[in-house]
C-alpha cells in the first residue's frame, strides 16, 4: 500500500460550497466540489481534454464544468462534451466520506479502513489546520516528543525547573506507537488552575498514540496528583492527523474534544470552545517557529544525540516506512 492510498482529510466540510476548492496531496493536485445534491467528487486536478486545472472551473447542478471548453464532470467523474456530444471522457476520481466536519479522500481501489475516533463521553470543541514547512517525520517528531513543551509552549506541557524528574515512557504494538509522560506541570494562572482542577503539586499527563493508517496521533491530555489518586476536572483529547502536501511540507488537521467533572449540560462548551481553539492556534504558530528554524530538514537519525525523551521518533519512522509507504524494509527503531 502506498502512502497515497490511505484516508486522508483535506477540506472542512463548511469550506465546500459554491466553489471548487483545489488541494495538494503527496504532491498531487486535486480538486473537491459540492454537487447541488450534496454529494463531494474528488478529481485529479486536469481536464483530460486539454489539461485545464479543474479547480478553475464552476459547480453547475451537479457537475464540475471546465472553464476552458466548459466539458462537465459528474462526482464519479464521467465527463461530457458539448461541442462533441457523442464524446465522453473520464478523469480519475477518489472516494470520499464526510466525517468528523472534514471531507477526507481516498483511491477507489485502495482497501485502506477509516481511522476510528474513540470520542465516547467527550464533547467536540472544534477543528483546525495548519501547514508546517517539515517532512512528514519532523512534524510527527515535534508533535510526539514532549521535552519541548517546557519552554515552547505556554499552556500545557511540563515546567522546565522539573524536567529531570519526568517520567517518559515508550511503547509500541506491530502498527501504534505510543509515548507517555507525566511530572510536574509548568505554571499555569489562577483561573485556568481552577477551570482545569491542575491544584498546586499536580503533575501534567500526556498519553500519545500514534497509527499509521493514515498517520494521526491520538493526544490525552490530564492534570492529576503525583500519585495519580486524584485527577483534575477537565480531560483534552485531541486527534491531529498529519497529510503530506509535498515531501518538504506537510498539514496538520486537529480534531479537538473535551470532557469536564465540572456539574452541568454540555452545551457550555460552546462558550470554551473560542479559547481554547485560540490558545491551539497560537501554540501550533510557535511549532511553525520551531519547524521554520531546524538547521537540516533530513529526517534521518543518524548522527543525532538522542536522549530518553526521543525513542519514539524511531518507532514511529519504522511503521510510517512499513505500514503508511509500504517499504517493506523500513528503517530501524530505536
Known sequence: ?????HWHPLVASRELKRKPVAVRLHGR????????????GAFDDMCPHRRSKLSTGTVVGDRLRCQYHAWTFDTCGNGESPGTPKMTACVASYETREAHNYVWVKPHASTAAFPAFDLTGYTRIGELRHRLPAPLELVIDNFTEIEHTTINHKTFGHDLKHIADVTVRTEATD?????????????????KRIFLGAWRGFHFQSHAHTHFSPVYTRFDHFWTSPDEAREGMVRWRLYLV????????????????????WFGPDSWWKYIAPFYMRETNIEIARDHELLTGLADKSTSLEGMKLSRFDKI???????????????????TSL
Do not use: C, H
Request: no cysteine.
Open 313 to 331: 521518533l524511531g518507532l514511529t519512522r519504522e511503521r510510517i516506512d512499513r505500514i503508511y509507504r509500504g517499504i517493506s524494509e523500513g528503517r
Open 175 to 191: 502498527d501504534v506507537a505510543s509515548v507517555y509522560s507525566a511530572g510536574p506541570t509548568k505554571r499555569l494562572n489562577w483561573a
Open 29 to 40: 493536485d486535486l480538486v473537491l466540489f459540492r454537487a447541488a445534491s450534496g454529494a463531494v
Open 242 to 261: 498529519y497529510v503530506p502536501v509535498d515531501a518538504d511540507t506537510t498539514d496538520v488537521v486537529s480534531f479537538m474534544y473535551a470532557k469536564s467533572r
Open 1 to 5: 500500500m502506498a502512502a497515497i492510498d
